[in-house]
């Protein structure tokens, strides 16, 4: 299974909601990641997990709150989000990180309102 | 910014026809990825070149990597219509990060 799975697809969300971005990969990869991506625009990584571990904050607003319960599951709540962080919200997995590729999901579509 | 940035920005082309887009970089590099992307969707890795590499082949196709002059080109031989799709230099320079370069948009007509 080489597939790394998002949801929900598509999310829209007051300003004043929270709500869970979900990321789940099966390969054994330590290394995960969440990318946000502006349209026209690359992905721009927000966080980095390595061994379930914390391992890099892209200086990201407290507004965003990643957890990684787990190997293989990767969260990101959202809380009191602002219409310009409307954007497509991509999660990948390496086998660590290093000289490795990165597996992406398909994205979650988030609309702030 | 460590981003690199690549040309074209766009390119269009007719199937048949061989694409080649290029990505420049600004710091040393352990090694430097290609990834497509599909309209709106996820990401797909292409290929991993590493520093001490200086061509690579995979299928249709054919990376290149000049460290001296910090670039790198991917030529895509023999397009199809399904190679249609927006393409994206990254580089590791050993921070625990990709950096994505800008992309080139790709459009291979019929």
């Known amino acids: 299974d080489t597939e790394v799975t998002q949801t929900p697809k598509h999310l829209v969300m007051g300003m004043t909601n929270k709500k869970s971005l979900k990321c789940e990969q099966h390969?054994?990869?330590?290394?995960m990641y969440w990318y946000k991506q502006k349209a026209k625009k690359p992905p721009e990584l927000m966080f980095v997990?390595?061994?379930?571990?914390?391992?890099i904050n892209e200086s990201v607003p407290s507004r965003f709150s990643p957890e990684c319960p787990n190997s293989s599951l990767l969260n990101l709540h959202l809380h009191a989000l602002q219409p310009e962080d409307s954007a497509l919200y991509l999660c990948?997995?390496?086998?660590?990180?290093?000289?490795?590729?990165?597996?992406f999901g398909p994205g979650t579509r988030l609309t702030v309102t | 910014s460590q981003q690199g940035e690549e040309d074209p920005q766009a390119l269009s082309i007719q199937e048949g026809e061989n694409a080649t887009m290029n990505c420049s970089y600004k710091t040393s590099i352990n090694n430097l990825q290609w990834y497509r992307q599909n309209s709106g969707r996820g990401l797909v890795h292409l290929i991993l070149i590493r520093s001490n590499e200086r061509e690579k082949h995979s299928g249709r196709l054919r990376v290149t990597l000049d460290t001296s002059k910090k670039s790198s080109s991917l030529l895509i031989t023999a397009s199809r219509a399904a190679d249609t799709a927006s393409y994206f230099c990254a580089t590791d320079a050993g921070f625990q990060k990709l950096v994505f370069g800008t992309g080139t948009r790709l459009l291979v007509s019929p």
């Open positions: 990948a997995s390496s086998q660590e990180f290093g000289d490795y590729e990165q597996y």
């Open positions: 390969m054994g990869h330590r290394a």
């Open positions: 997990y390595s061994y379930e571990k914390l391992s």
